[in-house]
Structures are given as C-alpha cells and as structure tokens.
DNA sequence: TATTGACCTTGAGCCGGCTCGAAGGTTTTC
DNA sequence: GAAAACCTTCGAGCCGGCTCAAGGTCAATA
C-alpha cells in the first residue's frame, strides 16, 4: 500500500506520515524506486500511534517505546516504565479535564444565576 | 500583588502572566510607576483560564469568552455556545483518553501475553 | 546612598507537531 | 506515448504556547 492510500485509511495526511518516518516512529519498506510500501502490520503500529498521540502522549514517548518493541525481547521492563508513565499522566490529565466538565456543566446548567453571582 | 507573588500562588511563571496579558486574557491594574497589582478577582479569573487550558481548551477560546464576560450582559447566547462547543470537545477528548487507559491497561497488565501475541 | 532584587518592555528564540512549495521521478490511464 | 496522478526529497514556514535576554526602572534594605 503506498502513502495515499495509507493516509486516506488512517486519516492523517501524506506528509503526517513522511514526518513520523522522519522523526523515528516508522521505516516502511519500499520499493525498488524507492517509494514507500506499507504492510498490514504499519497499520496497526500506526493505529497505536494515533490512539497514544490524540490523548496526547508526545510523539518522543511513543517513538521510545516503539523503538524498544522494534529491539525484540529483553527490554519489557523499560517499556513497562514507559507504559506506566504515560497512564499515570493520563490519570492527571483525566482529573482535570473531570474538574473542567463539572465547571462547565455548572456554568452551562446555572447560566442566569451564574450571571448574578460570579463575573467569571 | 504583584506579578511575582500570584506567579508563586497560582504555578505559573511571571513571563507566562505576561504572555497572556500580551493576549488580552488580562488587564491588571496599574500602579502609578506602571508595575502590575492583581486583585483577588484576577485570582479567581486565572484560576479559570488554568482549568480551561490544562484541559485542551485553546486560550484563544478562553479569551473570547472572557471577552464576552467583559463586556457585560446581553451576550449569554454566546457564551453559551462556547462552553457547549468546548464541552462537546472536552467530550472527545474524554472518550479518546478512556480508550487509550484501556490499550494501556491492557498493555501492561496482559504484558506477557502480548509480547507473544502482538508486536506492538 | 549604594546595592540588591523585583519589576518593566521589546524582541527574538524555542519546541512540538505539523504543513507547504519547489523541483523532479514513477506509474497509471487514455 | 503523452498526460494525469501519484510518488520522491529537501528545506522553509507556521502555529500555539511559552521562554529568555537585554537593557532599563523602582523600591527596600544595609
């Protein structure tokens, strides 16, 4: 499968993919022209890279602990730390973004009171 | 107070206060020689803005709608619509986390298991 | 009163994550 | 076999959100 196709499937643009090569989180295989050629097993790797990424996990974090997958055994302890590490963010991240719903729920719920009440 | 002591208060730098003044998230008052004197109101509005942020929402946001709390009644219709749109993102947000604490849980508590089975 | 430290402004720089343009090679289709 | 559609690299640029440095002012303390 070349770039557009793979771009077209996972929702990312042809450059996205040419610049997450460029900083490490792929290598395709290509062709004897050169052009790039993605297998089934890009996809998936790509599919947890978007899920990581849109919870906002850097692109350095993923790209360590793919690198460490890309190594073969001996290592799981490192990616364990990696793993642990980002949920424990999330966890932050998840806190906070409850706190913000409930501000919002509440602000949106008692709008006119909130009006009279708080100027924020 | 000044800049120094509400940067210590609320975790944020002085130079970050400064940034969003720049932005027009703020408006301190002055002192007559020109040095900044945040009242307890500026605290509660920052306190705001931090919440907003630290949970996605883009300051640009932030700062139209704090635009419209300033300039008084009779655009409730528009700050509604920007607490729905952010709510509504928040939500998104919030799904895509959850799946990803599920990859991740999945990940390390099974890790074994997927070492055998799925490479990434 | 001299120094220290916190404040001021302006402007540039940095980082993450893309995004685009130019100039050219390849492949598919008519 | 030519045009269209796709691919390549490289380098520059952009955006959000800070962050820092330089050069100057203000206020309090020794």
Redesign the pocket.
């Known amino acids: 499968m070349?770039?557009?196709?793979l771009?077209k499937r996972v929702g990312?643009?042809?450059?996205?993919l040419?610049?997450?090569e460029k900083i490490g989180l792929f290598k395709p295989q290509?062709?004897?022209?050169?052009?790039?050629d993605y297998c089934d097993e890009d996809i998936d790797r790509l599919r947890v890279i978007i899920c990581f990424?849109d919870s906002g996990i850097?692109?350095?974090d993923i790209k360590q602990y793919l690198a460490l997958v890309d190594h073969g055994p001996g290592n799981e302890e490192e990616r364990l730390a990696i793993l642990i590490k980002s949920k424990k963010r999330l966890q932050e991240t998840l806190e906070k973004l409850k706190k913000t719903m409930d501000l919002l729920d509440y602000k949106i719920s008692h709008y006119e009171e909130i009006e009279n009440k708080c100027k924020i």
Chains 1, 2 share one sequence.
């Open positions: 070349k770039i557009g196709e771009a990312l643009t042809r450059d996205t040419r610049f997450y290509r062709s004897s022209s050169g052009i790039r990424k850097p692109l350095e």
